[in-house]
């Protein structure tokens, strides 16, 4: 073995395996609580509402295996990589899950599904195994993205999907975390999740169906070279900082090492997490709180609206490109990337739900929405940074505006814990399962004190409909 005392994956690979609850600052706490409930709810949701899931499910299925980790919102077993590569798809499918304020990862969806995986396979764990576990895989994401974020030149569409790819490791450690690994062994696990890691943008750009899944690919590999480094395998290698490590072979070398390397256990940069309170991408989050505002403050009904000006950083350009989709999206993976259309949902309808980006006449179809986006452009504006401007133009001509710097769900403006229980709920609804009241309060107590539930494998059985 080449690396040094000081080599970044020594240094995580120490920091995860010893991390406990204990160690946890309440805040961090408070965050594996509400990555919990939202990345069951997301997860729930795309139980029937999911694009790919479906032909995931097919597959899963058809490829069967030992029984030994359950997918979430039905009742069926898996092999636990198989488990854990359908759940990661479900959590993601709908971009409905979290997101951070810096990086752009998606935490939950890479960490959640290994983390319950591994708790099956070593035949159960307590909620304060499943929070040191979240925690472990979600600060290394975090960091990752953050670290990257800070070395960037320049916007660029032409690097690898920063959650999937850095999704990997997230994955591996979490379930290594849960499955008590050393060390070492979880150096090896690092070293076979970067064996694997993948994640090209192609399939994002153009909106194609199978981007609503690919966080099952970080959480299939993440969870295998757990499972391979539990068998003996190793693979303790310089995975981040060698000559072909991670940051030299994928980004040439650009990245902030102090990011990854200081404040280990004092600092957590994992509480720059957001959560969403509209299913789309969160670039268009603050387009759609500043339209359901003019629309709200000014009594606006939609045949009022002539024409929308979106204004935004450059990166809205990706969610407005190409106009005839992002205007006219025929299919929830196009509509859920729109900036545009989302806005125009928001202006027509006060809201944007997961109904109403379905393919049906009162969702993606609804007249005046699509009318609204057909007439709405945009521009790009750097100096904004992360904020976004509406400005609509009345049939009277008069013309209205509304800046938002940080909608609801971010970090600076985050839900209430009423708002979150709701979303779960409201999620919860497309379930697979036929999940009573009486279930869906008790899942939110247990998470609400997760770090006294003696076994989350009970999770599993609630949410498959066989109790409550």
Excluded at 131 to 148: D, K, N, V
Excluded at 246 to 260: E, V
Excluded at 269 to 286: C, Q
Aim: with cysteine; net charge negative.
């Amino acid at each position: 073995m080449t690396t040094v005392p000081d080599d970044l994956a020594v240094t995580w690979a120490a920091f995860t395996s010893r991390l406990t609850y204990d160690d946890l600052p309440e805040g961090v706490r408070q965050v594996t609580k509400w990555l919990a409930l939202d990345t069951f709810g997301t997860t729930l949701a795309a139980n029937t509402l999911g694009v790919g899931i479906p032909e995931l499910l097919a597959w899963a299925r058809g490829a069967g295996g030992s029984p030994e980790a359950t997918l979430l919102g039905f009742t069926d077993k898996l092999p636990a990589v198989t488990a854990a590569m359908v759940n990661g798809g479900m959590a993601h499918a709908l971009n409905f899950d979290d997101t951070t304020a810096v990086g752009s990862g998606h935490l939950g969806p890479v960490t959640m599904p290994c983390a319950l995986a591994a708790a099956e396979v070593a035949g159960g764990a307590t909620g304060k195994e499943l929070m040191a576990s979240l925690a472990a895989g979600a600060e290394l994401m975090s960091r990752i993205g953050a670290a990257l974020t800070k070395a960037e030149s320049g916007f660029s569409e032409a690097k690898p999907q920063p959650t999937q790819m850095p999704g990997y490791f997230a994955a591996a450690v979490a379930a290594g975390r849960m499955l008590g690994f050393s060390p070492s062994q979880m150096h090896s696990a690092l070293g076979l999740a970067f064996m694997q890691a993948s994640g090209g943008r192609q399939p994002v750009l153009e909106g194609r169906p199978a981007k609503a899944i690919y966080a099952a690919f970080s959480c299939q590999g993440g969870m295998l070279a757990a499972l391979l480094t539990r068998g003996g395998l190793q693979a303790d290698c310089a995975v981040f900082e060698g000559d072909a490590g991670f940051f030299p072979t994928y980004y040439g070398g650009r990245y902030d090492r102090p990011t990854l390397a200081d404040g280990l256990g004092e600092e957590y940069y994992m509480t720059n997490v957001g959560f969403k309170p509209w299913p789309t991408t969160g670039v268009a989050h603050v387009f759609i709180e500043a339209a359901i505002d003019l629309a709200t403050e000014h009594n606006l009904a939609p045949g009022d609206v002539r024409h929308v000006l979106l204004t935004g950083e450059p990166h809205i350009q990706t969610f407005c490109e190409p106009l005839a989709t992002r205007r006219n999206p025929q299919a929830p993976v196009e509509a859920e990337d729109s900036v545009i259309f989302a806005t125009a949902k928001a202006l027509a309808t006060r809201d944007v739900t997961l109904t109403d980006l379905q393919p049906t006449p009162e969702g993606l179809f609804e007249a005046e929405a699509v009318r609204i986006a057909n007439a709405t452009d945009y521009r790009v504006d750097p100096s904004l940074g992360k904020a976004g401007v509406v400005e609509v133009t009345l049939g009277s001509g008069e013309r209205l505006s509304k800046r938002i710097d940080a909608a609801r769900g971010h970090r600076d403006n985050p839900l209430t814990t009423e708002q979150r229980r709701r979303k779960f709920t409201d999620c919860a609804a497309h379930a697979a399962a036929d999940l009573s009241d009486a279930t869906l309060r008790e899942v939110i107590d247990m998470i609400d004190h997760l770090e006294d539930v003696p076994d989350v494998r009970a999770f599993a059985e609630l949410l498959g409909g066989r109790r409550g």
